[in-house]
C-alpha cells in the first residue's frame, strides 16, 4: 500500500536553533518527493521537488534530502525563525494503476518556533 | 500570494442549505484540484480538471458538484451536506496534469475555505 509517513508529528523549537524532520516512504514505483510549507488558515507552499536522482536540495534555510534506497528524505531547518512556525508537508508523487501519476500526502509535522 | 484566490475565506452553513465555493487562478494555468483537510487526514484529492474537462473524481459525493466553465475558474457546489463535510477546501492550479511522463508540475494552492455544517 502506498504510504507516506512523518515523524515527529510535532516539535517545539527555540528560535535560532535547527531542526530536521523525517519522512518515509512505501510509495512505488517512485516518481519524485516534494516538500511543502503550510501555515495555519493558509494552502500549502511548495519548498522542494526532489527526483530519483536528486540527493540534496537547497531552498534558503530549508534543506531537503533524499535516498531513494531506503526511501526516506529528511527536511532540515537551519536558524529557524519565527515564521517557521507552521505543518511542513512530505508528498510523494507514485503511478497508480492507470500508470498515471498519484500523490501521496503524509500527515505533516507541525512545527512551533518560539522566541 | 500564490495567484490563486478562493472565496469565501469562512463558511457556515446548515444541513439543507446549497452554497458554493469559488476559485479563480490568475497563473496561466491549465489544471485545476479540489482538496479536503480534515484534521488529523492527509489532504484527500477530490476533483480534476485539465483544460476544462473533469479527469478525476475519487468518489465523492454526489452531494459534492464541481463546475469548471474555462480554465481560470473552478466551483465547488455544495448541497445537503452533512457535519462530517466541516473541513478546509482547497483549490490548487498547475500548469499540467501530473501524470504526463517525466513531467513534475507543481501545484499552487489558494488560502482555502473553512466550511463548518451544522
Known amino acids: 500500500k502506498n504510504q507516506v509517513e512523518q515523524s515527529p508529528q510535532s516539535l517545539i523549537i527555540l528560535e535560532g536553533k535547527n531542526c530536521t524532520l523525517q519522512?518515509?516512504?512505501?510509495?512505488?514505483?517512485?516518481?519524485?518527493l516534494r516538500w511543502y510549507k503550510q501555515d495555519t488558515g493558509r494552502g500549502p507552499v511548495s519548498l522542494t521537488i526532489m527526483t530519483f536522482s536528486e540527493n540534496t536540495k537547497s531552498n534558503g534555510r530549508y534543506t531537503a534530502t533524499l535516498d531513494a534506497d531506503t526511501k526516506q528524505s529528511s527536511l532540515h531547518i537551519t536558524a529557524s525563525q519565527l515564521s517557521d512556525s507552521a505543518s511542513y508537508i512530505c508528498v510523494v508523487s507514485g503511478q497508480n494503476a492507470g500508470n498515471n501519476r498519484k500523490l501521496i500526502w503524509g500527515l505533516g509535522t507541525s512545527l512551533a518556533v518560539n522566541p | 500570494e500564490t495567484g490563486v484566490t478562493q472565496t469565501p475565506r469562512h463558511l457556515v452553513m446548515g444541513m439543507t442549505n446549497k452554497k458554493s465555493l469559488k476559485c479563480e487562478q490568475h497563473l496561466g494555468h491549465n489544471a485545476m484540484y479540489w482538496y479536503k483537510q480534515s484534521a488529523k487526514k492527509p489532504l484527500e484529492l477530490m476533483f480534476v480538471y485539465n483544460f476544462k474537462e473533469q479527469t478525476e473524481n475519487n468518489s465523492v459525493p454526489s452531494r459534492f458538484s464541481p463546475e469548471c466553465p474555462n480554465s481560470s475558474h473552478l466551483f465547488l457546489h455544495l448541497h445537503t451536506l452533512q457535519p462530517e463535510d466541516s473541513a478546509l477546501y482547497l483549490c490548487a492550479s498547475s500548469r499540467g496534469l501530473p501524470g504526463l511522463a517525466g513531467r513534475s508540475y507543481e501545484q499552487y494552492f489558494g488560502p482555502g475555505t473553512r466550511l463548518t455544517v451544522t
Open positions: 519522512c518515509n516512504y512505501t510509495v512505488s514505483p517512485f516518481s519524485n
